[in-house]
T-cell receptor, first 115, second 112 residues
Framework: GAGVSQTPSNKVTEKGKYVELRCDPI?????LYWYRQSLGQGPEFLIY????????DSGLPNDRFFAVRPEGSVSTLKIQRTERGDSAVYLC?????????????FGQGTRLTVV | GDSVTQMEGPVTLSEEAFLTINCTYT??????LFWYVQYPGEGLQLLLK?????DKGSNKGFEATYRKETTSFHLEKGSVQVSDSAVYFC???????????FGAGTTVTVRA
């Protein structure tokens, strides 16, 4: 497809388990972002990749959260020892490059529920 | 830090009514301002943007003007349709990294 793809669309996990969320950006997009959207709130920035490297990870809430983008395309957000407070929709977005006027395109998100 | 405050919803309107959603911002630099829309069952989409003071963004009949003096970027549409029912988010970014700070969102429902 032509858009940003996120898998799975829904994930239910038990408290304390490890989860991985995947993002396939639009082909050729070098910039990739993860956001977290809690119920009734706007998305909150987590991490930004330019190519393979994390250019800004200031939004990751703690060291249980980690993200990688080893080949500069697909990215995986990893959450260790999940807590009920991690329940949210995790959004991924990609941009063609880091230029000021390039638009970000969002995926439909992964809804994570920690029980 | 950089932040956006937008008017709380939900907002319910009749078709052809005038819609305004207020948005004000606080930013350390010179932000770019955005309105994003999330239609039911769909992902976030850019509705319009403005990158400098006095710029007007427009799309699909919606407009917003970047007002530096009032630090505002209010969204307006003169005649809404049922298909405009969605959640609307005001957002800003400072610098070239496009790291977006979003408001809490305003749910708009348009009744026929």
């Amino acid at each position: 497809g032509a858009g940003v793809s996120q898998t799975p669309s829904n994930k239910v996990t038990e408290k304390g388990k490890y989860v991985e969320l995947r993002c396939d950006p639009i082909s050729g997009h070098t910039a990739l972002y993860w956001y977290r959207q809690s119920l009734g709130q706007g998305p909150e920035f987590l991490i930004y990749f330019q190519g393979t490297g994390a250019a800004d990870d200031s939004g990751l809430p703690n060291d249980r959260f980690f993200a990688v983008r080893p080949e500069g395309s697909v990215s995986t957000l990893k959450i260790q020892r999940t807590e009920r407070g991690d329940s949210a929709v995790y959004l991924c977005a990609s941009r063609l490059n880091a230029g000021r006027n390039t638009e970000a395109f969002f995926g439909q998100g992964t809804r994570l529920t920690v029980v | 830090g950089d932040s956006v405050t937008q008017m709380e919803g939900p907002v319910t309107l009749s078709e052809e009514a005038f819609l305004t959603i207020n948005c004000t911002y606080t930013a350390t630099g010179y932000p770019s301002l955005f309105w994003y829309v999330q239609y039911p069952g769909e992902g976030l989409q850019l509705l319009l943007k403005a990158t400098k003071a006095d710029d007007k963004g427009s799309n699909k009949g919606f407009e917003a003007t970047y007002r530096k003096e009032t630090t505002s970027f209010h969204l307006e549409k003169g005649s809404v349709q049922v298909s405009d029912s969605a959640v609307y988010f005001c957002a800003l970014s400072v610098g070239n990294d496009y790291k977006l700070s979003f408001g809490a969102g305003t749910t708009v429902t348009v009744r026929a």
